[in-house]
């Protein structure tokens, strides 16, 4: 018994460490199908589109039924703050060793993440030929500025994403409704903006092939069940928690393109994935401590419950034995 409740235990202490790297093998897929998805042809507007509406159609029932009662009011103030994302908040940081290495973890993470990007070093020889190669083409227009303005862009809205949700969860804190809404809402801005860039009919044609399936992947696996598990566990651990392990997939995406699309690694890839990690272990050292608290602050919550005041059972003794008297005295 004790050997099972330690086991249980355990689980549920690294329960959104688990889901997390679950969440980022996912997301790794993601990469691999939807390259497979623009190569055949699909417009990417189109299929973030398609994307999202499939992610609300499935995650609809789920939401509905299972959040019924728990589901708060959504008011107009809170569709609107689903809608622009504009909230933001920062999670609280101390100046403990614990506090210190959530910091610098973050910016440890942050520099290796930089050098998988900026630092390419010396390639490494492919030690045997791709096992999957994808068929059609895309074209790629290099512009080493437009780019890094574009991927910072993407990486700020991204964090500024992760922080909304953790407000908003204060106030709506049903996560499969609030990953429906995500879904639809998404969905209507993509398709507002799709129709204004892509002007031909045919583009919104999808056919029984990869297409489909990179659609069916994306809004079910990642729009749905990946961001579902998001806001758990940005409700669990907070944002910055949730934001950290996203590092893995750019080195789980890098690592399987070389041995499976046979595409270049570059040492600068491994070296910045090496301090990607370490960053990471700093930082998830860091947040233990807040988990630690979290648990010794409920445990004195329940004591503070479970004892009595003194003088209490005494008192009732007393009046029960009045009242005992009370009533004999009537009789």
Request: with cysteine; aromatic share 12%.
């Amino acid at each position: 018994m004790g050997c099972r409740g330690g086991k249980g235990a355990m689980y549920r202490r690294f329960k959104p460490h688990l889901l997390m790297v679950l969440g980022q093998f996912g997301y790794t897929f993601l990469y691999f199908i939807t390259e497979a998805s623009f190569k055949h042809g699909m417009n990417p507007f189109v299929y973030v589109t398609y994307r999202h509406f499939v992610g609300g159609v499935v995650m609809f029932p789920f939401a509905y039924f299972l959040e019924k009662k728990i589901r708060p009011k959504l008011t107009l103030a809170l569709f609107l703050e689903i809608f622009v994302l504009s909230l933001l908040g920062l999670e609280g940081l101390d100046g403990s060793i614990r506090g210190i290495a959530k910091i610098g973890g973050t910016l440890v993470s942050l520099t290796g993440v930089m050098v998988m990007t900026l630092y390419k070093g010396p390639v490494l020889r492919n030690l045997g030929g791709a096992l999957i190669h994808f068929q059609g083409s895309t074209t790629i227009h290099e512009n080493w500025i437009k780019g890094s303005i574009l991927t910072v862009s993407s990486c700020i809205t991204w964090a500024l994403w992760y922080i909304m949700q953790a407000i908003t969860l204060k106030k709506y804190p049903a996560q499969l409704s609030l990953t429906t809404w995500m879904s639809f809402v998404g969905g209507a801005q993509s398709a507002v903006f799709t129709a204004c860039v892509v002007h031909k009919p045919k583009a919104w044609t999808v056919g029984f092939n990869i297409d489909l399936w990179s659609i069916i992947y994306g809004g079910v696996v990642v729009s749905g069940l990946i961001v579902f598990i998001q806001l758990w566990c940005t409700e669990e651990k907070g944002p910055v928690f949730v934001t950290m392990f996203n590092p893995l997939a750019t080195i789980l995406v890098a690592v399987l393109a070389y041995f499976v699309l046979g595409e270049k690694l570059h040492t600068g890839s491994i070296i910045g994935g090496v301090i990607v990690i370490i960053g990471l272990y700093l930082l998830l050292w860091g947040k233990e401590g807040d988990h630690a608290d979290k648990i010794k602050s409920q445990d004195l919550s329940s004591l503070s419950r479970e004892e009595p005041k003194e003088g209490t059972q005494d008192k009732s003794i007393h009046l029960g034995g009045g009242d005992n008297l009370k009533r004999s005295l009537e009789v």
